[in-house]
Each structure stands twice: as C-alpha cells, then as structure tokens.
C-alpha cells in the first residue's frame, strides 16, 4: 500500500467509514483494508477509533498534528510531534496553548519601535541592523559578512 492510500485508510476511519467502503474506494480488497486497520490500531466502530487516536494522542503515542505514529527514544523527553514541520504547524494553529512564560518588551534605543522578545530579557536592539547603525553611526562600509 502506498503512503496515499494509508493516509486515506486513516482519514475514512476517522470519519467512520467501513472496511468495504474503503476497499471500493481503494480498489483493493475487503480483508487488506481491514488487517491494515488491525496493524495501526483502527478496528472497531468509529467512535472507538476516534477515542483510540485521542487517547493515543494523549499519550505521545500519536503526532499531536498529523495523527501519525511516533517512534518514543528510550531515553528523553516524550515526544509529541512526528518532526519539526508537525510541531511548527500545531503551534501555528494553537498559539493560546503554548506556554511562553519569558516573553519581553522593549522599545529600540535606534529606532524607537516596539518589539516583543522571547527568553532574552536583556536585549536592546529590535534587529542586527539597529544595533549597527546605533553602534557605528550608520557607516557600515568597512562592515561587511565576508572577507576580502
């Protein structure tokens, strides 16, 4: 099976759709939908599946974004992404639910803008280009990001 036609599996699970339904749509046979479905833990009605993934989210069994497996280290913090992409877009979609405890605000010295930073509360410039200008006046020319 491809990676499509698993995520389909999965998604019409989710929804509530039967084995049959699925293989008609798939093109494949009624028992290959279902023992896939025994592989990855969607047996059952679809409420039941909808409350195994849930739980499994819960417990770090699951992506908290895409629903997909996740593979635990043996060691660490527990995961609750499949990658950084996941974690990214579940952040997006949630910011009210991220604990950002060492966030500040400054007005920039150069500019006089106001920013908001993230775990430096001893900042002053609102960007790498204020603190230049505020620093050297302005004359970058002997400045520059590459030797000669």
Same mark, same amino acid.
């Given at each position: 099976?491809?990676?499509?036609? @698993?995520?389909?599996?999965?998604? %019409?699970?989710?929804?509530?759709?039967?084995?049959? &339904?699925?293989?008609?749509?798939?093109?494949?046979?009624?028992? &290959?939908?279902? %023992?896939?479905?025994?592989?990855?833990?969607?047996?059952?009605? /679809?409420?039941?599946?909808?409350?195994?993934?849930?739980?499994?989210?819960?417990?770090?069994?699951?992506?908290?974004?895409?629903?997909?497996?996740? @593979?635990?280290?043996?060691?660490?913090? %527990?995961?609750?992404?499949?990658?950084? /992409?996941?974690?990214? /877009?579940?952040?997006?979609?949630?910011?009210?639910?991220? /604990?950002?405890?060492?966030? +500040? !605000?400054?007005?920039?010295?150069?500019?006089?803008? &106001?920013?908001? !930073?993230?775990?430096?509360?001893?900042?002053? +410039?609102?960007?790498? @280009?204020? +603190?230049? @200008?505020?620093?050297?006046?302005?004359?970058?020319?002997?400045?520059?990001?590459?030797?000669?």
């Amino acid at each position: 099976m491809t990676e499509q036609e @698993e995520q389909l599996i999965f998604e %019409m699970r989710q929804k509530g759709t039967g084995y049959k &339904a699925i293989a008609t749509v798939l093109g494949k046979s009624r028992d &290959a939908v279902r %023992m896939y479905c025994r592989r990855n833990g969607l047996t059952g009605n /679809a409420e039941v599946v909808a409350l195994n993934i849930e739980e499994q989210k819960k417990r770090h069994l699951r992506c908290q974004n895409c629903s997909k497996k996740i @593979e635990q280290k043996e060691k660490g913090r %527990m995961r609750k992404f499949c990658s950084h /992409a996941c974690r990214h /877009a579940w952040w997006d979609k949630h910011p009210e639910e991220r /604990a950002r405890k060492a966030t +500040y !605000t400054f007005t920039c010295p150069n500019c006089q803008t &106001a920013f908001t !930073t993230y775990g430096n509360a001893k900042r002053k +410039y609102c960007s790498h @280009e204020c +603190y230049i @200008e505020s620093r050297f006046g302005g004359n970058t020319d002997g400045l520059s990001k590459t030797s000669d």
